[in-house]
């Protein structure tokens, strides 16, 4: 009896090993798909980078600012869409032209939904699981470097979207729909991740490596710690400028994360990219992802550069402007109005587009023989610059009322644009038009920049530098400038427009369901937002109580502009 029971028993564990060694192989072959699976964080950060300008996934591609800028290019009229007819401004569903007027996304896109994408999806969940994971293998660098990255989202994402936010719930698996949060409490949020990244960032012990960082972060610091820490004090110097129009602005705060951040073109900011051939490793402004071939440079920023601004800078002629924008086939420089295409333009006034092709060829070329600037497939794209804090410690001084530390700072931002552009953006700029030194110290020995005292430096030189150092790639950012002036707000000090001749559209330029007033705010993505948050957007004032849009709800102000 003994031994039959021994026998019960052994051959009960034989079973159970085998069907243990059974259930693993199985379990191997067939991972759970809800699981948490974990993936090495040096993989998951090249995605993550990759979500500053525009993603490429198989579940959702080109998040980032890289397809939002694209459309507020037009509101603060960086470029327009080439053709007024093309395809034409609709009240009922998303357009192209309809941002030209100042409108907003209407009917069942997600147009302007992109940084929305980025932060939600496509750095969401993944900067959570570098900061997790990151912290159990004690990479301290990677945690410093996720939470640097979502601080640049809360605010990024506060500016574009105002109160329709969602914070304290964001990334809760659990729940289906979500309570908005005030943006006052983004920028809280965007600061207490950048104090975290900064605290993590100066631990060096534990697995934290320069040369392990380095394989996450190839295309952007190269796991240059120290360079994510300046990029860190200017998102807290951004975010501190920002609310320059309310009672707890503080000036030297500003200065102070500016002196702590970029001071070298060398420490750029900037989204790499490998080229391979494969969409989603080139530049979002490239001819292989062919994104931009429906704008065209605004009469705006020709005039400014062209010296026909007829407040500011008359009568200077900018040569970057052979950098960074396109002549026509007179070889001078012509823009269009954004609302009315290539109107009034005569054919040969009418400027190549931004490939270097015909104003009217809207497909991209077959090869970069022509393309300059951000228009190339490789072309650096920069997400923050030296120059830019330069120029934020400019109008912080002066607003502070020490016009010596600005006109120095104001010097210097457009000396290291002169710089940036020379030395990363002079392909295909004609020979006889390349930068010399000589023409450098020429533009900044003009009185019309750079005033000989102090005392005469405008708001209107300032922030109109910073509008043409910022073109192109920091569309938000210009954009967040230009409402804290409200577009056409005029400079307390010399009674003048600070964004001198800007004109924004009016009349029947001026979208219709905006009902006179001007664009401050885009609404979230359709497509997670419409579908399932709708007491959230009643509660915002995107959608009435009954369920139907707003038609202007992109007209209400921002808090950050607000006093």
């Not at 970057?320 to 012509?334: A, H, Q, S, V």
């Not at 016009?403 to 931002?413: E, V």
């Amino acid at each position: 009896m003994k031994n039959k029971f021994q026998i019960i028993i052994i051959a009960s564990c034989v079973f159970i090993v085998s069907m243990t060694a059974c259930s693993k192989k199985i379990d191997d072959a067939y991972l759970n798909p809800n699981a948490s699976v974990s993936e090495p964080i040096e993989s998951l950060l090249p995605g993550v980078i990759g979500n500053f300008l525009g993603s490429s996934s198989a579940a959702g591609s080109s998040y980032g600012l890289g397809g939002d800028a694209l459309l507020i290019g037009r509101y603060i009229q960086y470029w327009g869409t080439y053709s007024a007819t093309s395809p034409g401004v609709s009240y009922t569903a998303a357009n192209a032209n309809n941002y030209d007027q100042m409108g907003g996304t209407v009917g069942s896109s997600d147009n302007l939904g992109s940084v929305w994408g980025a932060f939600y999806y496509g750095q969401g969940q993944n900067l959570n699981r570098i900061i997790q994971w990151g912290a159990a293998q004690k990479k301290w660098d990677y945690v410093g470097v996720a939470l640097a990255i979502r601080a640049w989202g809360w605010l990024e994402l506060a500016n574009e979207y105002g109160d329709a936010l969602i914070i304290k719930q964001a990334f809760n698996t659990s729940l289906q729909q979500f309570s908005y949060d005030p943006q006052s409490l983004a920028y809280d949020s965007c600061r207490a991740a950048a104090y975290s990244a900064l605290q993590y960032l100066n631990n060096t012990g534990g697995n934290a490596s320069p040369a392990n960082l380095a394989i996450g972060d190839a295309y952007f610091y190269n796991g240059d710690v120290n360079k994510w820490k300046e990029f860190v004090y200017g998102i807290l110097a951004r975010s501190f400028h920002y609310i320059n129009n309310k009672s707890t602005y503080s000036a030297d705060s500003v200065i102070k994360y500016c002196n702590l951040s970029i001071q070298s073109n060398s420490d750029n900011a900037t989204c790499k990219f490998a080229n391979s051939g494969l969409s989603g490793t080139d530049s979002y402004f490239g001819i292989l992802r062919a994104n931009v071939g429906t704008i065209r440079q605004s009469q705006y920023i020709v005039n400014l550069m062209s010296g026909q601004n007829s407040t500011t800078f008359s009568g200077v002629s900018d040569p970057r402007i052979w950098y960074m924008l396109r002549e026509n086939p007179n070889g001078t420089f012509k823009g269009i109005v954004p609302w009315s295409g290539n109107s009034g333009l005569a054919t040969n006034d009418q400027p190549q587009n931004f490939w270097g092709s015909s104003y009217t060829t809207t497909a991209a070329p077959a090869n970069e023989n022509a393309c300059r600037y951000l228009f190339r497939n490789t072309a650096e794209f920069p997400i923050m610059t030296a120059s830019e804090i330069q120029f934020i410690k400019a109008e912080a001084a002066y607003l502070k009322g020490d016009k010596a530390t600005a006109l120095t700072a104001y010097t210097t931002g457009i000396s290291l644009n002169f710089d940036m552009l020379v030395n990363n953006y002079a392909t295909n700029v004609p020979a006889a038009s390349l930068i010399t030194p000589a023409m450098k110290a020429s533009y900044l020995a003009n009185p019309a920049v750079v005033p000989a005292s102090a005392s005469a430096l405008t708001l209107s030189q300032i922030m109109l530098q910073k509008y043409i150092t910022l073109y192109g790639w920091g569309v938000q950012e210009t954009w967040t400038d230009m409402r804290r002036y409200h577009y056409i707000d005029n400079d307390p000090a010399t009674g003048k427009q600070v964004y001198s001749d800007f004109t924004p559209p009016s009349g029947a330029n001026l979208f219709a369901n905006n009902n006179g007033k001007y664009v401050y705010r885009c609404r979230p993505r359709y497509n997670s937002e419409f579908l399932y948050d709708i007491p959230s957007l009643i509660l915002v004032g995107a959608l009435t109580g009954a369920g139907s849009q707003v038609p202007d709800y992109h007209t209400l102000e921002c808090w950050f502009s607000q006093k």
